[in-house]
Nanobody, 116 residues
Framework: QVQLVESGGGLVQPGGSLTLSCAAS??????MGWFRQAPGKERDFVAA????????DYIESVVGRFTISRDSAKNTVYLQMNSLKFEDTAVYYC???????????WGQGTQVTVSS
């Protein structure tokens, strides 16, 4: 089992910044990532990172604005979000994939609201 605890969501004005955190425990992990789900829409991929090596991947709409990073000592992944737009409003979910499995674990989600 993997436990994921997310934090850092909130209300921010357009152009503002937020940093999300996802702390993992339970098993060694291969990849961690962030997804988001806006009201009435499907859950979409945002960013991911391979923990061993640090390779990252992003959805095109956040390239240059969002940065995913990891702190291996704390088993925590971060999503630094800059230049936030109205369309970034969603519930953001952390997802983790343990090594040697195709299983995924999800966090509980954290709300990000971009509003003036």
């Amino acid at each position: 089992q993997v436990q994921l605890v997310e934090s850092g969501g909130g209300l921010v004005q357009p152009g503002g910044s937020l940093t999300l955190s996802c702390a993992a425990s339970g098993r060694s992990l291969n990849t961690m990532g962030w997804f988001r789900q806006a009201p009435g829409k499907e859950r979409d991929f945002v960013a991911a990172i391979i923990l061993n090596g640090g390779r990252t991947d992003y959805i095109e709409s956040v390239v240059g604005r969002f940065t995913i990073s990891r702190d291996s000592a704390k088993n925590t992944v971060y999503l630094q979000m800059n230049s936030l737009k109205f369309e970034d409003t969603a519930v953001y979910y952390c997802r983790a994939n343990p090594v040697f499995t195709t299983t995924y674990y999800w966090g509980q989600g954290t709300q990000v609201t971009v509003s003036s």
